[in-house]
Each structure stands twice: as C-alpha cells, then as structure tokens.
C-alpha cells in the first residue's frame, strides 16, 4: 500500500487559484489510478478527478474546464490545480491511490473559498 499526505490547501477568494500536492510514501509509477476527491459539511465525499499512469485524465463535471490534475512520478506527486475557484469548492480535498484493489487516502487538506 502507500501512505499519502496532502497539502496546498487554504483560504482563497472567489475567483482565485490554488495548486494542492499529494506526496506519496513511495514509487507511484506502478500505480495506474490516483485521483482526488472532495468532502463538504454535511455532505458526502464526492469525486472530483483522476489521472491514470498513462496519463489520461477525467473530472468531474463540477471540475472541468476550471480544475488540473497531473502527476510528476519522479517526485511521487499528484497536483490538483484550481482555478476559478467558486465557494461551493470549499471542502475537505482527499487524494486516493488505487493498489491492488484497496483504496489508498490521505488525511485531507482544507481548501475555503470566500465569496
């Protein structure tokens, strides 16, 4: 399995960006799905896009056209760049790393947008 530790995350105004990192505790080359996620107060965890080891992307549709993920496997991150951040992003974001069936997360990194 992986550990996995998110960060980037803070206080940002309407219409303005951030860049979240998820560091993971080993080689992610072999690790064909990482996505990350969100969760809301009061609401369930939600996901928001995924990169496979080939590099293909998909988002969410709450995420297309505004949000970025990428992977860098020689320094084992993940990247979720937002822009346009609206305050209906404001959640708990999440990475996942799929292994072997099981469904990695990390702790989470808070990300809040003020209108």
């Known amino acids: 399995q992986v550990q996995l530790v998110e960060s980037g995350g803070g206080l940002v105004q309407a219409g303005g960006s951030l860049t979240l990192s998820c560091a993971a505790s080993?080689?992610?080359?072999?690790?064909?799905?990482m996505g990350w996620y969100r969760q809301a107060p009061g609401k369930q965890r939600e996901w928001v896009a995924y990169?496979?080891?080939?590099?293909?992307?998909n988002y969410a549709d709450s995420a297309k056209g505004r949000f970025t993920i990428s992977r860098d496997n020689a320094k084992n991150t993940v990247f979720l760049q937002m822009n346009s951040l609206k305050p209906e992003d404001t959640a708990v974001y999440f990475c996942?790393?799929?292994?072997?069936?099981?469904?990695?997360w990390g702790e989470g990194t808070q990300v809040t947008v003020s209108s």
């Open positions: 996942s790393a799929d292994v072997r069936g099981l469904r990695n």
């Open positions: 080993r080689s992610i080359f072999s690790i064909n799905a």
């Open positions: 990169i496979t080891s080939g590099g293909s992307t």
